[in-house]
C-alpha cells in the first residue's frame, strides 16, 4: 500500500484508526472496533495485523510498546489527518445523496 493508496478508507480501516486515538493493543483494537461500530464489523487477526502494518509503514499509526506477544500501537498526527478527511468525504457524500434520495422517494428533504 505505497503512494496514494489510503485515498479513502474502508470500514475496518475507518474503525481501526478510530480506535487507536488512544493506545491499544491487537485484542484491544479488535474489541474497540466492534464496541465503535455496534457490532456491525468484526475484524479477523489476519486483516487487522495485516492492516496494521500497512499503517505503520505509511506512518499513520505508530508501535508504543511490547508485552511479550502483545504490542501496543497508536494513532499518528498523518494517521487523525487521514482519519478527518474520510470523516468529511462521508458527510459529504451524505450531504450530496440526501436532497436526491429524499427527491426521489417523495420525503421532504430533512
Known sequence: MAREQFQSLSEQMYYILLSLWEEQCGADISRRVIELSEGR??????????????????????????????????????????????????QTLIRD????????????NE
Open 41 to 90: 464489523i468484526r475484524i479477523g487477526p489476519g486483516t487487522l495485523y495485516t492492516l496494521l502494518a500497512r499503517f505503520e509503514e505509511q506512518q499513520m499509526i505508530r508501535q508504543t510498546g511490547c508485552e511479550g506477544r502483545k504490542r501496543y500501537y497508536i494513532i499518528t498526527e498523518k494517521g487523525r489527518q487521514m482519519l478527518k478527511t474520510e470523516y468529511q468525504r462521508l
Open 97 to 108: 445523496g440526501t436532497p436526491y434520495l429524499a427527491e426521489k422517494e417523495g420525503k421532504p
